[in-house]
């Protein structure tokens, strides 16, 4: 008995930590790619090459007063900075980072987690209302819509993931995939899956983006139309906590992508898997969504939900016709 | 007939009885009627002096030979208690011909009819020699200041405005 | 895109769009009145930064009102000070020499470029594409390096002189500009072009957005790019020719699309024109003075006078009367986006929100100018 | 329908091309300049504040009071006054004053001068908290000049 307490606490920590350390350098290192890629350099004045500047941030942050204005409502507009913040840590929970570390190995893993994935949508709604500001009730009511409508293709594109694996726990779907890259479910190659599979990656990735808010499809906080969308009449740390839940969105987002189609920790050529492979494919979708967002303009509503019900829907339903009668078939 | 004889004659019927005069623009003080001025010294083509009354005609001709409104402004002849209202007309494409229009109302009763039903392009330049010299246009749509603060209650480029 | 609901007028709020707002660039207020997201009523209220120049030209001698020229459109500054240069010669019948009216064509097509580049740029920023901003910027970095190079000013020029131009170019200068229109024919193409006019999202954004039909533009007076996107082949340096622009050989480009999308691809044109035009000056660049025989107090005969020169926005017009004075009895500056923006009351209702927006960017504003 | 193929692969390829292009840039060198590790060079005509000229041997403004410069002024951001030369001709300067947030860097000023007394200083810092810095006394500028030439 005494083991497993010990074993809670030294993942409750060890999950804060990696939440905290991502929320607050993935700003760096969204900072630093972006200026990479407009040639410039950065934060580089606060430690070297600019690496305490989150530090910075957060502590002028925190010394900022927690103003809410005149005219909200102050229990919502107080708690939806906190309700964006927490499912994004707790679905760490179930993340596997190898075969042996992980929290928790529940047996419906990939519901759960999307499950408190549409509670940070809500966070965005209630911050967006309680706000009473005009900007942000449009902002709340185009997240809403755009969130019920990638979740639709997502969620079909991880029942072809669980009809492949057969589990909705995200471990045994990871331990599906191990012996090198053909095994993944993305080139899966028994039964012909990569043939379907890298379609349904795609889906799922651009999903992935917009589940997250990001650019091109961040018509929450499209600062050149809702000045800041939701976040308008939000400062101090308010402010700070959806940008960190933002940003550990990113990480559930690519954890999720890594587990269900690039193996998860395995390694690429069958030998010696470990969390660090698992890492290195998480860093290395987190720098696409970076990639991507300092690329393309900004996209428009309907041209974003025209994207999800006429080419995703259409084609994740496709896909998994085909990939269970593949199974099938096999 | 090019566009500028067919625009001089199609003016020209709103004055019967002033005869056709060619040569630069004399002094203030001359007739209604339309006059040849030369482009490359004065910029426009055809000064046409008309009554307030006749503004609205003449935009009606110039709308129906293609011109467009280039801009509205005032003068402020402080000697002679006069304002003074130009329509500039020019042509989009084509062959160049530019319109002046001009008009002069009493300082003490400045009112000109709107010619922004013929143009909405006049809307907003009217209202900003509404707000600049305090002219009146006659059924303006919105005849509010456009320039100045909207509780201002002065007319800053009539010449005996001091600050 | 055509209005796919039914606007109902019952159920309407009023969002402010500025004074302060991101998209604005400035300090342009517009009055929205909104169904959803949907725009029932867009009416702009214009003013925030008025400085009344008009005023201020009457009150100083023709040369003092110069410096106040660049204020109003900073970003194609030297057109203002040749369009104010031009009315006031043509007022006192001043002689250019032939070497300045190279010079100045010169230095203006440069500006032109810049001024484009900048719209390009703010464009996208309203689109929300941050990153081409910088690529933009980092272009238009060189041209004002070569503008500081003979004008000694980076953006508020005052350079123009009555008779002239204040200073006369050098060879550095001549090289720098040669080995930019290298650099800017070299760029275009990827990192204009591939990254952002070909891309689908850029493209789904403005085609078929804000559509001006050509009639609107002759009612509402529009010029400049947004009369030549839709379909309206009017620029004053081809119909009105001035200075030696009758001289080179160029192209108007003109677009019947009518939407946001003609207007960026007018832009993205005529700085290619632009360059054309840079390129056949130097080739012809005469030699001489720079500055021409002018009085030094000028006192023009009494009478009407009008000129007007092609902005990167537009046909800028000058009225000026004199009354034989020093100081110039009258002017009104009949400034492009002024009656360019005039018509977005009409374009813009029944557009969403983010439409209206990127509408608004394709328009070009530069509120200074506007205001005055 | 051929629109909706047509979308999804040219489309498609658009965007990875831009991806490709942000991809070379992110590898290519910075072009900012690191202001203030690395300081800009004005070019020879750069107009920053005026300045008064001394003479080469004595240091003495070549300003003669004519006032032309106060004249052409178009924002009256010039006041100088001078004094009667004892013992020769002309005028001494006393005092010449620019209130330099007026200024808008015309030249009108340099144009008008027949003396050689006036040009543009080459500085461009010039930020700070007290608007009162930037009403500038030329004539103590130019013996503090004076004071390190020697």
């Known amino acids: 008995m005494e083991t497993s307490i010990w074993r809670a606490l030294l993942y409750l920590v060890g999950i804060m930590a990696f939440a905290g350390l991502n929320a607050a350098y993935l700003g760096w290192c969204e900072r630093k790619g972006a200026a990479r890629i407009q040639r410039r350099i950065g934060p580089c004045e606060a430690g070297y090459a600019g690496l305490l500047q989150p530090l910075a941030d957060g502590l002028k942050l925190m010394s900022k007063q927690l103003l809410v204005p005149d005219g909200v409502d102050g229990i919502i507009f107080r708690v939806a900075p906190v309700l964006a913040m927490i499912p994004a840590i707790t679905s760490m929970v179930v993340i596997p980072f190898s075969e042996n570390i992980g929290a928790r190995a529940m047996e419906l893993s990939v519901l759960l987690l999307f499950a408190l994935a549409s509670i940070s949508m809500i966070a965005i709604l209630l911050g967006g209302w309680a706000s009473g500001n005009k900007y942000a009730v449009i902002s709340a009511a185009r997240s809403v819509s755009q969130n019920l409508a990638y979740e639709i293709p997502m969620l079909i594109t991880v029942i072809t993931v669980v009809l492949i694996s057969g589990s909705l726990n995200l471990r045994e779907i990871a331990i599906d995939q191990q012996g090198g890259f053909w095994h993944w479910n993305i080139f899966r190659l028994e039964n012909g899956h990569f043939l379907t599979m890298w379609i349904s990656f795609i889906i799922f990735f651009i999903c992935s983006v917009a589940e997250t808010n990001r650019a091109p499809f961040d018509m929450a906080e499209a600062e050149s139309e809702l000045v800041a969308g939701f976040m308008t009449e939000y400062g101090s740390m308010g402010f700070g906590l959806f940008m960190m839940g933002e940003y550990l969105n990113i990480v559930v987002g690519a954890c999720l992508t890594a587990t269900l189609f690039l193996g998860g920790w395995d390694c690429p050529f069958g030998k010696t898997p470990g969390v660090w492979w698992f890492l290195i494919k998480i860093y290395i979708l987190i720098f696409t969504f970076i990639w991507i967002r300092w690329t393309y303009p900004r996209t428009q509503i309907y041209r974003l939900l025209n994207l999800s019900w006429k080419i995703l829907i259409p084609f994740s339903l496709i896909n998994l016709l085909i990939t269970a009668a593949l199974i099938k078939v096999f | 007939m090019n566009m500028l004889e067919k625009t001089q004659a199609a003016l020209a019927e709103l004055f019967p009885q002033a005869e056709a005069g060619e040569g630069a623009t004399e002094a203030a003080a001359r007739q209604p009627g339309v006059l040849r001025t030369d482009p490359a010294r004065h910029g426009s083509h055809l000064d046409v002096l008309c009554g307030p009354d006749q503004v609205v005609a003449v935009a009606r001709i110039m709308d129906r030979e293609g011109y467009f409104l280039e801009a509205v402004s005032g003068v402020d002849w402080l000697e002679k208690q006069q304002l003074e209202i130009i329509y500039d007309y020019n042509r989009l494409g084509g062959e160049h011909c530019r319109v002046m229009v001009r008009t002069q109302v009493p300082r003490s009763e400045a009112v000109v009819p709107t010619v922004s039903a013929v143009f909405p392009a006049a809307d907003w330049h009217e209202r900003e020699t509404y707000d600049f010299y305090g002219v009146h246009f006659q059924d303006h749509p919105n005849l509010i200041r456009i320039l100045l603060p909207e509780d201002a209650d002065f007319h800053p480029l009539l010449k005996d405005f001091t600050p | ?372 | 329908m051929s629109g909706y193929w047509s979308d999804i692969f040219t489309g498609g390829k658009s965007l990875l091309v831009g991806l490709t292009i942000t991809a070379r840039e992110f590898f290519k060198p910075v072009v900012t300049e690191q202001y203030p590790y690395e300081v800009p060079t004005m070019t020879p005509l750069f107009r920053g504040h005026i300045e008064l000229i001394g003479n080469e041997e004595t240091g003495a403004p070549n300003c003669v009071v004519c006032g032309m410069c106060q004249r052409a002024c178009p924002s009256l951001c010039i006041s100088l006054d001078g004094k009667k030369n004892e013992g020769g001709k002309g005028k001494v300067l006393t005092s010449y004053v620019l209130d330099f947030t007026k200024c808008s860097l015309c030249g009108s000023c340099v144009e008008s001068c027949n003396f050689n007394a006036l040009r543009f200083s080459k500085e461009y810092n010039l930020a700070s908290f007290d608007k009162n810095d930037f009403i500038m006394d030329l004539l103590k500028r130019l013996e503090d000049q004076n004071q390190c030439k020697h």
């Open chain 3, 1 to 372: 895109m055509t209005v796919p609901i039914h606007l109902r007028h019952d159920e309407t709020f009023v969002l402010n769009l500025g004074p302060q707002h991101p998209a604005t660039h400035g300090v342009l207020r517009v009055k929205l009145t909104m169904d959803g997201e949907y725009i029932v009523k867009a009416e702009p209220v214009l003013g925030y930064i008025h400085r009344m120049h008009e005023k201020l030209a009457e009150a100083g001698t023709f040369a003092q009102f110069m410096p106040n020229t660049a204020r109003m459109d900073y970003l194609h500054a030297l057109a203002f000070n040749h369009g104010w240069a031009l009315v006031v010669e043509k007022a006192a019948g001043i002689e250019v020499p032939e070497r300045a009216e190279y010079i100045r064509v010169i230095t203006v097509e440069l500006n032109r470029i810049a001024s484009h580049l900048l719209w390009w740029a703010a464009f996208l920023l309203d689109l929300g594409g941050f990153t081409p901003l910088l690529y933009a910027f980092d272009d238009r970095e060189k041209v004002i390096d070569l503008l500081e190079r003979v004008t000694g000013s980076r953006l508020t020029y005052c350079y123009m002189r009555f008779g002239g131009v204040y200073n006369d170019i050098d060879d550095e200068f001549i090289a720098g500009t040669r080995d930019f229109i290298k650099r800017l024919r070299g760029r275009m193409p990827s990192l204009y072009h591939d990254l952002v006019t070909h891309n689908i999202i850029l493209i789904k954004r403005i085609k078929d957005i804000g559509i001006i039909t050509p009639e609107q533009c002759r009612r509402y007076g529009a010029t400049g790019p947004v009369a030549r996107g839709s379909g309206i082949n009017y620029d004053v340096r081809k119909n009105e020719p001035y200075s030696v622009y009758p001289e080179f050989d160029f192209d108007v480009p003109v677009f019947d699309e009518c939407d946001s999308m003609a207007r960026y691809m007018v832009r993205m044109h005529e700085m290619e024109q632009s360059l054309r035009i840079i390129e056949q000056a130097l080739d012809k660049l005469p030699d001489g003075p720079v500055m021409g025989k002018a009085p030094k107090v000028l006192k023009p005969e009494a009478g009407y006078y009008y000129s007007a020169v092609e902005t990167a926005r537009g046909s800028l017009g000058h009225r000026l009367i004199c009354d034989g004075g020093k100081n110039p009895y009258k002017l009104k500056l009949r400034s492009p986006t002024f009656s360019n923006l005039s018509l977005y009351g009409e374009v813009a209702e029944g557009m969403l929100l983010a439409d209206a927006l990127a509408f608004m960017g394709s328009l070009d504003l530069v509120i200074p100018e506007i205001d005055r």
